[in-house]
């Protein structure tokens, strides 16, 4: 086995909360989502203190700096102890849910005519099109 002062990646992103479970983690390492230290990492890969992490889950990519090396799961709140979130904030802003327009009738006045149902349509149409200029 290996040794107190490293541990498998995908053991590690589990033990962090980065991933849900285990092999979630590792499909994610085959995925070529999971780098350490700019290089693309297996499963059965080793990290060490110090190391950079980073984690590609879009929209985000996260960076994290390895603490402590853990074998085992911790608390949400024993996170920090153990992994440094080094994610830039405008990473962190692209999870800002962006608020769809909404259009108010009065009350009573029925269905929209087919004319005001176009108008509807083509401001969704322009909204999404700005939201697909971001990515």
């Known amino acids: 086995m290996s040794d107190e002062r490293s541990v498998r990646i995908d053991k590690w992103l589990w033990s962090i909360r980065a991933y849900k479970t285990r092999s979630l983690a590792a499909e994610a390492c085959k995925s070529n989502k999971i780098t350490v230290e700019g290089v693309v990492a297996k499963p059965s890969r080793e990290v060490k203190a110090g190391d950079i992490v980073t984690v590609k889950r879009p929209p985000v990519v996260y960076t994290f700096r390895v603490l402590t090396p ?9 996170v920090p102890l153990h992994a440094e979130n080094l994610t830039p904030e405008e990473e962190l802003l692209k999870l ?8 108010a009738r009065d009350r009573g006045t029925g269905r929209p ?6 108008e509807i349509d083509s401001l969704m149409d322009d909204f999404f099109d700005e939201d697909d200029e971001d990515i």
């Open 96 to 103: 800002t849910v962006k608020v769809m327009p909404t259009l």
């Open 113 to 118: 005519t087919k004319k005001e149902r176009r």
């Open 70 to 78: 853990l074998g085992s799961r911790v608390s949400a709140k024993d």
